[in-house]
Structure formats: C-alpha cells, structure tokens
C-alpha cells in the first residue's frame, strides 16, 4: 500500500512538473514578437543594435533638426544630451511633437539611422515619458518642470 501512495505522489509531482514547463513555453512563445527593448541615443551610439532588430528610441527632438520633406516624410535627431541620432519617419505625427520635446519612437536601426514605424510624444505640457526622464538625468541635462515652476 505505501508503494502505491508513494508512486502516485512522484506521478502528480511529474505531470506538475510537465505543466509548469508547458506553461512557461506557452508564455515565451507568446512574447516572442512583443517585447521591445528601450535604448537612449547615447546607448543606440555606443552599442548599435543588430539589424532587424525592435525597440524603442527615446529623448528630446533636437533644435533645428526637424525637416519635412515631400508628403508626410519627416526627418529629425533625437538626443538625449550625450549623443543624438538621426531619425526617419514617414506618417502623421502627433499634435505636440516638435523641437525641444520630449518623444519616443518605435523602429529599427538600419544603416545609422533609426527608421520609426511610430512616433509617440508627451500628451501635455508636463509630461515626459520615465524611460526618457531616466536617460536624460544619466546625461546631466534633465530639469524637473516642477522645480523651475517653483511647484
């Protein structure tokens, strides 16, 4: 009788065992195509991803950098103080993308330009993204909209 119990207890523990690793497949496989690594132009710069490879770019749209060419192609910089990076975007961008601000794009690096299939920009006056707050602060160059305000 204890043979039984004891072969029963080593079956439930190994059909446990199957599961959790079918499960933990099951999640890999689904993420496979839907994680997408954050690089500043400091890091894109120092270690340039490989080619093919998504993610996402973020920092300040350069001064003077912003060109618009024929139909709604645009071409710009993105920096984040230590570094900057050339930027190609074809689309509509959003209403408070422009110089000086604050935005993160979704795209590959192919020949040392990124080439965005997104552009996404801070959706009010104050707000910036905390991936792009971050790589500015490593840089030196963030200043807390707050602190200047006196709020």
């Known amino acids: ?3 039984l119990k004891k072969t029963r207890r080593i079956q439930i523990i190994v059909i446990a065992a199957v599961a959790l690793a079918g499960a933990t497949a099951l999640i890999g496989y689904g993420f496979r195509g839907g ?16 080619p ?3 993610f996402r ?20 910089r993105v920096t984040d103080g230590g570094a900057s990076v050339p930027v190609t975007y074809t689309g509509v961008l959003p209403d408070l993308f422009g110089e000086g601000e604050g935005m993160i794009g979704t795209g590959q690096y192919v020949d040392a330009t990124f080439q965005a299939t997104e552009i ?3 959706h ?10 971050d790589a500015l602060k490593e840089q030196g160059v963030y200043q807390d909209p707050d602190a200047a305000s006196g709020s």
């Open 1 to 3: 009788m204890r043979s």
């Open 120 to 122: 996404l920009a801070r």
């Open 52 to 54: 093919g490879q998504v």
């Open 35 to 50: 994680i997408q690594f954050f690089m500043s132009p400091s890091e894109v710069t120092a270690a340039p991803p490989p």
């Open 57 to 76: 770019i973020g920092g300040l749209v350069e001064d003077g950098s912003l060109i618009r060419g024929e139909g709604t192609q645009i071409t710009f």
């Open 124 to 133: 009010d006056e104050t707000y910036m993204p905390k991936e792009v707050i």
